[in-house]
């Protein structure tokens, strides 16, 4: 019962740096989701992909980019990272959009120094 | 942009209390879902809710979407200490297959 699995669960990164964070689904979902979680904020939407191959801007995407070249695997980058993304980075998936609820990854806590 | 309010932001409750919280928005939604986070993991869905003025249960869990599709309410009755974590609300809006507006969460601590 692996569901959606993150990768780093946790990372250090100086201001500059680069880094790939990996979510990997079982489930087969067509839609994966990257969002963000903040001290008392509610999740917000980095970016999204509808299926394979595709991804599209989310609420707060700048700073990040996203691939998915397989349909289990959808990947944020962040290029040149700032001390604004230190930040819990959740991954989702569903299977059809907003017809059924997203399931969720355990996090990836990024600290950027 | 659309802005769902949710309260309280913290509730500090003895074992066996019951619990209620809620979320409102000026924006309809068209569906409301309530998840649960706990510490080191991702948020899990408690209860969804597709339909307006819609009342369901989850063992001691009850939520309701409003009749003006503009709130929903979470009720946890004879709270437990296993009951403590971070709720959040999440609401679908009517003009996206895809984006869901997030509560900033209550947490609940349950005193000892």
């Known amino acids: 019962n692996a569901g959606v699995t993150q990768t780093p669960k946790f990372r250090v990164l100086k201001t500059g740096q680069s880094m790939t964070l990996l979510c990997a689904q079982d489930m087969n979902h067509e839609y994966m989701y990257w969002y963000r979680q903040d001290p008392g904020m509610g999740l917000r939407l980095i970016h999204y992909s509808v299926g394979e191959g595709t991804t599209a801007k989310g609420e707060v995407p700048d700073g990040y980019n996203v691939s998915r070249l397989k349909k289990q695997n959808f990947l944020l980058g962040l290029e040149s990272a700032a001390p604004s993304q230190t930040s819990v980075y959740f991954c989702?998936?569903?299977?059809?959009?907003?017809?059924?609820?997203?399931?969720f990854g355990d996090g990836t806590r990024l600290s950027i120094l | 942009g659309q802005q769902l309010n949710q309260s309280p932001q913290s509730m500090f409750i003895q074992e066996g209390e019951d619990v209620s919280m809620n979320c409102t928005s000026s924006s309809i939604f068209n569906t409301w879902l309530w998840y649960k986070q706990e510490p080191g993991e991702g948020p899990v869905l408690l209860i969804a809710?597709?339909?307006a003025g819609e009342l369901t249960s989850n063992g001691r869990l009850t939520a309701q979407f409003g009749i003006t599709r503009k709130d929903s309410f979470l009720n946890i009755s004879a709270s437990i200490p296993s009951d403590v974590g971070i709720y959040f609300c999440?609401?679908?809006?009517?003009?996206?297959?895809?984006?869901?507006?997030w509560g900033a969460g209550t947490k609940l601590i349950i005193k000892p």
């Open positions: 999440a609401g679908q809006p009517p003009d996206s297959n895809y984006q869901l507006i």
């Open positions: 809710l597709y339909k």
């Open positions: 989702a998936s569903n299977d059809r959009g907003n017809e059924e609820p997203q399931h």
